[in-house]
């Protein structure tokens, strides 16, 4: 299609966001401060709490038709412009070459309202800097903008763009992977929700339903039973509740998952109430991570992680939109980590150990962590009349540190496969980073009094993208070095002496 000559930024006009968020941001306000006005209405005592809790809740109101009023916005071949407030005028500007990322959300009532909620990156990952936001427009213009800033596409007068044929998915959510979400324990933030607000409901008796029949019956019936029994019961208990809030949170963060690659981007989008569409750049993606918890890895499953630049990642994977697949079989993470890297090489390669002397340091940490608890156990049954079950039980830690220090160990390791860095740890969670070599900017050795005694070091490749640096732990000094050398020729030429 024929491209139109290029505006300057007095002539692009001043759009403001889609009337329809009149209808969202007054109800959002007004559930914001629901609680106040509930305190206002029902606990006031002076006789007028419903007429200052209707004054409450006009002002709510009319903070969120102020927010469509004063909000206006402009998109330049430069740059990106954002004006917004009353009393204090604020005014945003993103130039477009630093737009690392376009992220859009939409909650239950912007989607039946059919609108969106964009946030306009540059990749910093500054605590609190959110981007540009727009919240809201509306779907077809939301996307049309992202499309526009990412993709550098062109659109008509009429505001309709040249759509390419939608390409196949790389990975779409299959309802079995669901069996997985209650290995992620992301039920247990809502478990401790729960439990402090029954905690502040309960405490002082101040809500009388500690005296309701049923509830007395299901306490005294409790207290009544063994200490040894009840704790069995507590804990199948929560275990149970732990796992249903955790499959239905797994539900609602990744239904309608689907990865995509398409123009030379990487498209994902999930969530079943509130949808979120991520799209990440190939030419800033630097590798990719697979993660197996624990408990995760114990039924088989893994996730899949971008490492690129321009996405945050400081609030975890699931809000930081690095997700490349959700828990799912291992399997389908090492075949989606091999198509968006283009190469099955370093998701294969088998990593190569570093040697008995960090199988030692590992068994050595488990053991003295171990004998410190037991002592400090068996001392307080010495000197302070403690019973002796804590520090005889505290004995199992020796066996128990001695598996762990051994899966450490065997998840340890390195390699250089396809140009890229294969960095693989942990036994909590075991990881394993690919990382590009042309994204390492720099190198850290660092070696502290044991590991020089051993003759190793922590080497850790600096870059811009994911986490900022990757490390890998206990590997030989020698090796350490010839590595980084073989990673990035020349990049550690001025500081090698050759002999």
């Known amino acids: 299609m024929t491209s139109l000559p290029a505006r300057t930024e007095t002539e692009v006009a001043w759009n403001r966001l889609s009337p329809k968020m009149l209808a969202v941001h007054p109800v959002q306000e007004a559930i914001r401060f629901l609680p106040v006005l509930v305190g206002v209405v029902f606990i006031g ?10 004054a409450g809740l006009a002002l709510a109101v009319a903070a969120g038709l102020l927010r469509w009023f004063t909000t206006t916005y402009q998109v330049t071949p430069t740059h990106v412009q954002v004006r917004r407030g009353l009393l204090r005028r604020r005014e945003l500007s993103v130039p477009r070459d ?24 540059t990749g910093r990952s500054d605590r609190g800097d959110e981007g540009v936001t727009l919240d809201a427009l509306s779907t077809a213009d939301a996307a049309r903008l992202r499309r526009e800033l990412l993709y550098r596409s062109t659109v008509d007068a009429a505001g ?53 029949g049923l509830l007395r019956s299901l306490v005294s019936g409790l207290a009544a039973q063994p200490v040894a029994l009840l704790l069995a019961e507590v804990a199948v208990g929560a275990a149970i509740v732990v796992a249903v809030l955790s499959a239905i949170a797994y539900v609602l963060a990744f239904w ?47 996730r899949c992680l971008a490492i690129t630049t321009g996405l945050r990642v400081g609030r975890g994977a699931e809000h930081g939109g690095s997700v490349l697949l959700p828990p799912a079989p291992v399997a389908e993470a090492e075949r989606v980590a091999s198509e968006v890297l283009s190469d099955p090489a370093p998701v294969t390669a088998r990593p190569r150990r570093h040697g008995p002397r960090a199988r ?23 000197t302070a009349a403690w019973p002796a079950w804590p520090w005889l039980g505290a004995l ?7 598996v762990l220090a051994e899966d450490r160990y065997r998840n340890l390791g390195h390699a250089l496969s396809g140009g890229r860095l294969v960095f693989r740890h942990g036994s909590l969670v075991r990881r394993r980073y690919m990382l590009a070599g042309e994204g390492v900017i720099g190198w850290t050795f660092r070696r502290t009094f044991f590991q020089r005694r051993a003759g190793l070091a922590t080497l850790t490749a600096t870059t811009a993208a994911g986490h900022q640096h990757y490390s890998t732990m206990d590997i030989p000094v020698e ?4 590595l980084a050398e073989a990673a990035t020729p020349g990049l550690l030429e001025p500081f090698l002496i050759r002999r």
Do not use: C, K, Y
Request: hydrophobic letters at 45%; a positive charge; charged letters at 20%.
């Open 256 to 302: 309608n998952f689907r990865l995509v690659r398409q123009e030379g981007t990487l498209h994902v989008t999930r969530g079943l109430l509130t949808t979120r569409s991520t799209t990440i750049e190939l030419r800033r993606l630097r590798g990719a991570e697979i993660s197996e918890p624990l408990l995760l890895r114990a039924v088989g499953g893994a």
């Open 396 to 402: 199992a830690l020796f066996p128990a540190g001695v």
């Open 98 to 121: 630093r737009i690392r990322s376009v992220d859009l959300t939409s909650h239950p009532m912007q989607r039946v309202l059919g609108l969106s909620r964009v946030v306009i990156g």
């Open 160 to 212: 309709i763009e040249d759509v390419t044929t939608p390409a196949p998915a790389i990975a779409t959510l299959s309802p079995s992977w669901i069996r997985f979400g209650p290995f992620t324990l992301s039920g247990i933030a809502t478990i401790g929700v729960v439990v402090a607000t029954a905690a502040d409901a309960f405490r002082g008796d101040r809500t009388g339903l500690a005296g309701f």
């Open 360 to 382: 030692l340091r590992r068994h050595v940490r488990t053991v003295a962590f171990a004998a410190l608890v037991t002592g400090a156990l068996a001392g307080a049954w010495l």
């Open 45 to 54: 005592n002076d006789g007028r709490g419903h007429v200052w809790g209707l």
């Open 479 to 482: 090796r350490a070095v010839e």
